[in-house]
């Protein structure tokens, strides 16, 4: 696990559209809810009826732990600490997320995009061109109808 998940800091978050989520509460103020690691409890009924709960990611690809979700704070309708055997499934359930996931080739690919963002920015400002086109190299002619 490439950060140390902090138990004390997961709060169960029962939310606007009726999804319930555990995640660690990194930041929180008025309006913003900064987490990481969210998981949404999803609630199964099996053939035999029998009702079962399981975690999924909250969001598409959010599995990396340094990354993080801002909840609008209006969107949460109640907060409480989980209970510990939900605490427990959550932090293995995080566990097995992690294990032996390797974030390099996204951090990697991450560093590259940025990288070319620089490039394009440096290479336009290099370019020398000023706003107002003087030359009018780079105007296309209409008719005007009058």
Same mark, same amino acid.
């Not at 690691?37 to 609630?43: G, I, N, Q």
């Given at each position: 696990?490439?950060?140390?998940?902090?138990?004390?800091? !997961?709060?169960?978050?029962?939310? $606007?559209?009726?999804?319930?989520?555990? %995640?660690? @509460?990194? /930041?929180?103020?008025?309006?913003?809810?900064?987490?990481?690691?969210?998981?949404?409890?999803?609630?199964?009924?099996?053939?035999?009826?029998?009702?079962?709960?399981?975690?999924?990611?909250?969001?598409?690809?959010?599995?990396?732990?340094?990354?993080?979700?801002?909840?609008?704070?209006?969107?949460?309708?109640? !907060?409480?600490?989980?209970?510990? $055997?939900?605490?427990?499934?959550?932090? %293995?359930? @995080?566990? /097995?997320?992690?294990?032996?996931?390797?974030?390099?080739?996204?951090?990697?690919?991450?560093?590259?995009?940025?990288?070319?963002?620089?490039?394009?920015?440096?290479?336009?400002?290099?370019?020398?061109?000023?706003?107002?086109?003087?030359?009018?190299?780079?105007?296309?002619?209409?008719?005007?109808?009058?």
């Amino acid at each position: 696990m490439s950060s140390e998940l902090d138990l004390y800091s !997961v709060k169960h978050l029962k939310l $606007s559209t009726g999804e319930e989520v555990l %995640a660690e @509460i990194i /930041e929180e103020d008025q309006w913003d809810v900064v987490m990481r690691r969210p998981l949404k409890l999803v609630t199964e009924i099996a053939k035999d009826r029998t009702r079962f709960h399981s975690f999924r990611c909250f969001m598409t690809y959010m599995d990396d732990p340094e990354t993080f979700v801002i909840l609008k704070s209006r969107q949460i309708v109640a !907060v409480t600490f989980p209970v510990p $055997s939900m605490l427990q499934q959550y932090s %293995a359930t @995080i566990d /097995e997320i992690e294990k032996g996931q390797d974030y390099t080739a996204q951090k990697e690919a991450a560093h590259i995009a940025k990288a070319m963002i620089d490039e394009i920015i440096e290479n336009n400002r290099d370019r020398g061109d000023d706003d107002d086109d003087s030359d009018g190299g780079n105007i296309i002619p209409f008719p005007t109808f009058h």
